[in-house]
């Protein structure tokens, strides 16, 4: 007997999944038969979706909120279409309208898959841009340094005083491995 399973999928404990839930049960999905995950979409182990795969005859369906839910990129997307496909498993996207239980379905599928990954491309090369950007104007993001200037001239003057680094690190509240990362090794009692 056919099974319609559903999968969701959110990247945070913080999202919600009530929408892609509601969605799924709306398009025919069986509460039983729904399958939520909360992890990354770049991760290569979610432990749910590879279940739910195995699990999948033939004559069932998959159905999805949308294809990013499902695949890590266009390639693992492809892949896992191409796997379901063989298996004689149908692949329902509702945001996109997409079933590949027809040709039209499978070539939409591909499309929309390769405009997504072209899409994450432009942004993340926009984004090292902006990065690449800042650096040039001598703007470093990350979390600023726990060595002010004055720390920093406290603990020079502090190990070629001929203090410890350990002494050093308790006496400013910061790591021994702060201090050696900022003092010359040179300097540096061992």
């Known amino acids: ?84 496909e063989r298996r004689g498993v149908a692949l329902r996207s509702l945001s996109e309208q997409i079933d590949t239980s027809s040709p039209a379905g499978r070539f939409m599928v591909h499309m929309r898959a390769a405009l997504a990954q072209m899409e994450a491309d432009l942004i993340r090369g926009r984004s090292l841009d902006g990065l690449a950007a800042a650096r040039s104007r001598g703007r470093v993001g990350g979390r600023p340094s726990v060595m002010t200037p004055d720390r920093l001239a406290a603990a020079r003057s502090a190990i070629h005083g001929g203090q410890s680094a350990a002494a050093v690190a308790r006496a400013l509240g910061v790591s021994v491995a702060t201090i050696r990362r900022h003092v010359p090794v040179g300097t540096i009692d061992a």
């Open 1 to 84: 007997m056919a099974i319609t399973f559903g999968y969701a999928r959110v990247s945070t404990s913080t999202q919600n999944l009530d929408a892609q839930r509601d969605a799924l049960l709306d398009a025919g999905v069986d509460a039983r038969h729904l399958r939520v995950e909360t992890a990354p979409g770049r991760r290569n182990d979610r432990p749910v979706l590879a279940q739910l795969l195995s699990a999948l005859d033939a004559g069932d369906s998959l159905v999805v909120a949308k294809l990013d839910r499902l695949g890590r990129s266009v390639s693992h997307l492809v892949r896992v279409i191409d796997e379901l």
